[in-house]
């Protein structure tokens, strides 16, 4: 919930200060480029249980058509969690960040409206480390390669600046531990509640 109020607070008033362009709102066309991202945190708490996490995904695509977009992207998540032991008195703390690079697609059905349903498709690389101060915790790295399918529409508020959002996704991925003898695990999901919505903002040049 904190996640999805700071994103929303975020949108608003950088939506507020552009709004005060006098430029009529519009959408995409053909060799149009664009930039967009995603910043979100989030903070978890459940008796002597913390956990903070951050993510920072942007983005950058060109429409090859009227109606199709292809791009690149990066992405970075960390998440920081505390578990103190009451009756020790320790407290434990396990690290994890994540790096991905990786490509996407969009088919946009209304490019030119200010308002626009798009389905994306992309794959990524990524690569997850986690480290531990418990003794009975092994530090590990973690890669990933990941192809995820996501619908999502975007807003023009200005001729340059629309509001965006995606909602569920269907996700296939494999990943191995980076250790010898590790075998590759593959896993196939499919998401469409309310948790899995992600806002953004487009800037189109």
């Given at each position: 919930?904190?996640?999805?109020?700071?994103?929303?607070?975020?949108?608003?008033?950088?939506?507020?200060?552009?709004?005060?362009?006098?430029?009529?709102?519009?959408?995409?066309?053909?060799?149009?480029?664009?930039?967009?991202?995603?910043?979100?945190?989030?903070?978890?708490?459940?008796?002597?249980?913390?956990?903070?996490?951050?993510?920072?995904?942007?983005?950058?695509g060109?429409?090859?058509?009227?109606?199709?977009?292809?791009?690149?992207?990066?992405?970075?998540?960390?998440?920081?969690?505390?578990?103190?032991?009451?009756?020790?008195?320790?407290?434990?703390?396990?690290?994890?960040?994540?790096?991905?690079?990786?490509?996407?697609?969009?088919?946009?059905?209304?490019?030119?409206?200010?308002?626009?349903?798009?389905?994306?498709?992309?794959?990524?690389?990524?690569?997850?480390?986690?480290?531990?101060?418990?003794?009975?915790?092994?530090?590990?790295?973690?890669?990933a390669?990941?192809?995820?399918?996501?619908?999502?529409?975007?807003?023009?508020?200005?001729?340059?600046?629309?509001?965006?959002?995606?909602?569920?996704?269907?996700?296939?991925?494999?990943?191995?531990?980076d250790?010898?003898g590790?075998?590759?695990?593959?896993?196939?999901n499919?998401?469409?509640?309310?948790?899995?919505?992600?806002?953004?903002?487009?800037?189109?040049?």
């Open positions: 919930m904190k996640k999805l109020l700071f994103s929303l607070s975020t949108l608003l008033c950088i939506t507020v200060a552009f709004a005060q362009e006098t430029e009529p709102a519009s959408g995409f066309l053909k060799g149009d480029a664009f930039i967009s991202g995603t910043v979100g945190f989030g903070t978890q708490k459940t008796g002597d249980y913390k956990a903070n996490q951050f993510t920072v995904a942007p983005k950058a060109y429409f090859v058509s009227e109606n199709i977009a292809l791009g690149v992207g990066l992405g970075y998540r960390s998440q920081k969690s505390d578990q103190t032991d009451s009756f020790l008195g320790t407290t434990y703390e396990t690290k994890t960040s994540t790096f991905e690079a990786g490509v996407f697609g969009r088919y946009y059905f209304t490019p030119a409206s200010n308002f626009s349903i798009f389905t994306e498709l992309s794959a990524a690389y990524a690569t997850t480390k986690q480290e531990s101060n418990m003794d009975w915790a092994t530090d590990f790295t973690v890669n390669f990941d192809v995820e399918f996501a619908p999502g529409f975007n807003y023009f508020v200005t001729r340059h600046l629309a509001l965006e959002a995606t909602f569920g996704f269907i996700n296939y991925s494999t990943r191995k531990l250790i010898d590790a075998e590759t695990t593959n896993a196939f499919v998401s469409l509640d309310l948790a899995n919505i992600n806002f953004g903002i487009i800037y189109k040049f």
